[in-house]
């Protein structure tokens, strides 16, 4: 079973279209309060406009999220994103990007630093408070989008394949860091990726999505303890995980859900 | 060792910049020296030319007038120039159907419609300010659709995915980044509207730097000529460093900056 | 513990279909977006030309050009053998003035781009003339050549020069440092160097810069002829506004942006055409 208690997110039917072609369709799951739930698909599949839809950031042509409870229109309270391409405001120092979501609330230069501050500190990036994002590395970059999700201390942030425009070797780095940071202050996650292993790494469930258009292929459990560091990926449970997931995602056309692995399932849906 | 190499780079560039500036004098001098006085007066001539015309205050008042309409022209051309631009960045339908008459707008040349002005406006002040408009608008316009239209989709999605007010994206997102371009537009503006401040002066009134021009050469007043010519390219140069200087400033979070 | 929410739709066979029909479906919204737009342009200039017509019309004197009235004169201006030799001597004069500037810009741009210590000497003065309004000369230059077409050229020249100059000079600076590489290994003596490495290289410059010339040139040739009331199209225009016939002296103007225009465009032409690997800075 997966952790977590109640429902926080509840995507139900969503479909979008563009004109009259079909991304995505039926696509139903929940995630819980404090459960990540990675999503994996080929590139091409859906994967950002499905956050972007559960965010509020795109209209969806059918079915509907609901945060909280609340049907998702605009963009809601509590709600955080993380980018792809980190979306920092080349204009604002390290500190205005990380204090933007505290600003637009309102809160005052003066209140939002030492929050800042200890957010800075937290994602490793103290020294560059001044800096302009032009100035910093990828991975740093990266630190300072996660820090500005963090800042207006989200119930559900969304990571939109956060660490795919970096280094290998720095992305290794910022997923252990974001378990770290994970394991201290718990939202309920969705986390889109493209890379099989981190989907695995990170996520308590994966919702696999594949077809054309896409659908949920499977939804596995991942169930590998939590706190995890890197020694998970050494574990036969990942292998294991991994392997189907990998399979499922490159269109293996002959497999069904009945070659789970017995454990591998253990999906729970709720209506 | 590279402080040296790099102390001896600096030096050399200086030294361009210094003999560049000597040589053209000297030559500026020797040439006038050969010529006759009504082709071409020697550097010293023109200066002694220049500090007459300050003393006696037709340089002054000159420059004075000038300034009137090209302050006025300039600001109105800056604030109908942004507004236009980013109306026609943000509304779409606006640019479909505008966009071609701005572009053909922009490619004719604004002298031409002068004398249409003179006879619509008469002599004066409004018809100087009028040609300014004209000759400084467009960049100014052009400059800030470019840059109001090319705000990269994902940070307009971070301003609203962080529940920022219409006002908040304004404020953070669309106008800084919009400030830089804005600035190239002023300072291609700058330019072109100290054109059409000469123009203006030429066609459309009696007094001003470009009439001074008119009247010297009617005198065959060489002398004159250059020393007004020269005041004009130092206000060409020192409105440029200060279009550059803004443009730099607003865009110091660029790399490079 | 319910299963899968995999809404496995038949996924195989219409997706060929959808392929195909989307396609369609691209190609016919495309083709009435661009009928919707132009459609559109067509009202916004119809909007832009009442507003004049009906400006003038209702709050200015009869003698001020409107549209109608501008398009109605175009079969007697161009008529006029006067009006015909006006363009002539106006246009030509432009383009004699643009072929002077482009061998004088060619030259000077390509020494300065390589010579880095020409360059900060030149560089100085070709920055301050592309500074400052260049039209202030203009009565200088009566003194110089009299109130002939001389001066109308040399204005000309003068406007154009600046921007070939910057272009080819930047043109010239950029040439990729692996050709000149191979030219050294393959120790080419000078001319071939700067025949068949530097100028090829700063030609989609030269180009780009005739491009901004256009504009400039025209400015100086009208300037010159209100000035110096030399026979051409910008005096016609002067003339014929003072004579109280705007009309005619509107057509005029729209032959001078005509030609810019289609100058412009095939410039532009040429560069996308022949130099494919050029891209502004």
Redesign the interface.
């Known amino acids: 079973m997966t952790s977590g208690g109640d429902t926080k997110i509840r995507v139900d039917g969503l479909e979008k279209r563009f004109g009259d072609r079909v991304v995505f369709s039926g696509v139903t799951f929940d995630v819980h309060e404090g459960e990540v739930v990675s999503i994996v698909g080929p590139s091409g599949c859906g994967k950002t406009t499905l956050l972007r839809c559960a965010v509020g950031l795109a209209r969806p042509s059918g079915g509907e999220v609901r945060i909280g409870g609340e049907t998702v229109v605009d963009p809601p309270e509590g709600v955080a994103m993380v980018f792809q391409h980190f979306g920092l405001f080349p204009w604002k120092t390290v500190t205005a990007n990380i204090a933007y979501g505290l600003t637009v609330r309102g809160m005052s230069r003066r209140e939002a630093a030492p929050k800042v501050a200890a957010l800075i500190k937290l994602v490793g990036l103290e020294g560059f408070e001044k800096s302009y994002p032009y100035q910093l590395s990828g991975g740093m970059q990266q630190r300072a989008g996660l820090a500005r999700a963090l800042a207006i201390e989200p119930s559900v942030l969304v990571m939109d394949e956060p660490f795919a425009a970096l280094d290998a070797q720095t992305r290794d780095v910022l997923q252990l860091e974001l378990l770290r940071i994970w394991d201290t202050r718990q939202a309920a996650m969705m986390f889109v990726t493209h890379s099989i292993d981190e989907a695995v790494l990170m996520g308590d469930r994966i919702v696999i999505l594949r077809g054309r258009p896409s659908s949920i292929f499977d939804i596995v459990d991942v169930g590998i303890p939590r706190p995890r560091d890197r020694s998970a990926v050494d574990s036969e449970r990942f292998r294991v995980v991994r392997d189907y997931v990998w399979r499922a995602v490159m269109q293996d056309a002959e497999l069904t859900t009945a070659e789970r692995p017995a454990d591998v399932g253990a999906i729970r849906v709720n209506h | 060792m590279t402080t040296q190499v790099i102390t001896r780079h600096r030096l050399?560039?200086w030294a361009?910049?210094v003999?560049?500036?000597v040589?053209?004098a000297v030559a500026w001098q020797l040439i006038g020296m050969q010529t006759s006085s009504?082709?071409f007066v020697p550097i010293t001539a023109t200066l002694s030319r220049l500090g007459q015309l300050i003393a006696d205050g037709t340089l002054p008042a000159a420059l004075w007038t000038s300034f009137q309409s090209y302050l006025v022209g300039m600001a109105i051309a800056l604030v109908l120039g942004a507004f236009v631009g980013l109306l026609l960045a943000r509304r779409r339908?606006l640019r479909?159907?505008?966009e071609?008459?701005v572009v053909?707008l922009y490619?004719?040349?604004?002298?031409?419609?002068?004398?249409?002005l003179?006879?619509?406006l008469g002599f004066g002040f409004w018809s100087k300010v009028v040609v300014i408009v004209l000759f400084a608008f467009f960049p100014v316009l052009l400059n800030t659709q470019r840059g109001a239209q090319s705000i990269?989709p994902?940070?307009l999605?971070?301003?609203?995915?962080?529940?920022?007010?219409e006002w908040?994206v304004w404020r953070?997102?669309i106008i800084?980044?919009t400030l830089p371009f804005l600035m190239t537009g002023v300072r291609q503006s700058l330019?072109r509207g100290?054109?059409g401040?000469?123009?203006s002066d030429?066609?459309l009134s009696s007094d001003g730097?470009?009439s001074l021009?008119?009247t010297?050469?009617e005198r065959?007043d060489?002398a004159e000529?250059?020393a007004?010519?020269l005041t004009?390219?130092v206000?060409?140069?020192i409105?440029?460093a200060i279009g550059r200087l803004a443009e730099s400033y607003f865009a110091?979070?660029?790399?490079g900056? | 513990m319910s299963k899968v929410v995999a809404t496995l739709t038949d996924e195989v066979a219409p997706e060929t279909q959808a392929t195909a029909t989307q396609a369609a479906d691209a190609e016919g919204s495309t083709a009435r977006r661009i009928l919707g737009s132009t459609a559109l342009r067509i009202l916004a200039g119809v909007v832009l030309l009442a507003i004049w017509q009906f400006g003038v019309t209702l709050f200015a004197p009869a003698y001020v050009a409107t549209p109608l009235n501008t398009v109605k004169r175009i079969p007697a201006v161009f008529a006029d053998p006067a009006f015909g030799g006006d363009v002539q001597t106006t246009l030509l004069a432009i383009i004699e003035g643009l072929a002077i500037a482009v061998v004088i810009g060619t030259l000077v741009g390509l020494v300065m781009g390589r010579l880095p210590d020409v360059n900060r000497v030149l560089g100085m003065y070709v920055g301050t003339f592309y500074a400052m309004p260049l039209i202030a000369v203009v009565p200088l230059l009566t003194v110089w050549f009299g109130y002939t077409p001389e001066a109308r050229l040399a204005m000309v020249v003068l406007e154009a020069v600046l921007p070939i100059i910057y272009n080819v000079a930047e043109g010239a600076r950029l040439v990729p440092t692996n050709f000149l590489d191979v030219t050294k290994i393959h120790h080419a003596p000078w001319w071939r160097v700067w025949g068949g490495v530097v100028l090829p290289n700063a030609l989609p410059y030269v180009l780009a810069g005739l491009d901004l010339a256009i504009g400039r040139a025209l400015i100086g040739a009208v300037v010159a002829e209100f000035v110096t009331a030399i026979p051409g199209l910008g005096y016609y225009i002067l003339f014929n506004v003072r004579s109280f016939h705007e009309n005619e002296a509107m057509v005029a103007l729209l032959v001078l942006v005509a030609f810019a225009l289609v100058l412009r465009a095939l410039i532009n032409l040429a560069i996308s055409r022949g130099f494919r690997w050029y891209r502004p800075a």
């Not at chain 2, 110091?252 to 790399?255: D, K, M, N, S, Y």
């Open positions: 050399r560039v361009g910049y003999g560049g500036v040589l053209g009504q082709t339908l479909t159907a505008f071609p008459y053909a490619a004719t040349p604004m002298v031409g419609l002068i004398p249409f003179l006879a619509l990269s994902e940070l999605d971070v301003a609203r995915c962080y529940r920022s007010s908040d953070h997102v800084p980044y330019a100290l054109v401040m000469i123009a030429y066609f730097l470009g021009l008119i010297a050469s065959f060489t000529m250059l007004v010519t004009i390219t206000i060409g140069l409105l440029m110091r979070w660029r790399v900056g």
